[in-house]
């Protein structure tokens, strides 16, 4: 499975206020905690891939999963294989990966409105330490990569937001970045 994903710089308030103007559904909101590792065996840095151990608290409960991130296989958005399993337990996953001799790279915290709106999930993310954007994601097989990236693109323009100025910069590179 293949998550294409286009993600903008934005004015959460402003995309907010036009998604309710289109119609779009509101799905909920949560607090993301991304604990990032570095491989003893490769440098993720270097591969384009990541792994990560994610709290997800919405409504007082709080889950764990654990996800690896394939290289971006694309140009154009940032369409990359993901697979991605949940945990009872993110401390315990984090133990296991830390026994394995990987490291804790970085924490990223997001403060996340997901919405609904052509078949697509908009999501307004308001991110510790880097700023406001926009995510506009489906998931596909590889055949639908090319009209799944196009459809997030008229998502985008719908919102007021130019694909152009997309960002394909993970949130651990741009917290990085600015570290």
Request: charged share 35%.
């Amino acid at each position: 499975m293949y998550e294409v994903e286009v993600k903008v710089a934005a004015d959460l308030a402003a995309v907010a206020e036009r998604l309710d103007e289109l119609g779009a559904e509101q799905t909920g909101d949560v607090l993301q905690v991304d604990t990032y590792y570095d491989a003893p065996h490769r440098d993720f840095a270097e591969t384009d891939e990541a792994l990560r151990v994610r709290r997800e608290t919405s409504d007082g409960e709080t889950a764990a999963r654990i996800t690896y991130k394939g290289p971006l296989v694309e140009a154009e958005s940032k369409t990359r294989e993901e697979v991605e399993t949940g945990v009872t337990d993110g401390e315990k996953a984090d133990a296991i990966f830390e026994q394995l001799g990987f490291d804790p790279a970085a924490t990223v915290r997001k403060d996340r409105c997901f919405y609904r709106y052509e078949g697509y999930t908009i999501t307004l993310d308001d991110v510790e330490g880097v700023g406001e954007f926009v995510e506009v994601e489906t998931e596909t097989d590889a055949s639908g990569v090319e009209a799944a990236r196009e459809g997030a693109y008229e998502v985008l323009r719908a919102l007021g937001l130019d694909p152009e100025d997309q960002t394909r910069t993970s949130y651990l590179g741009l917290l990085l970045d600015d570290a």
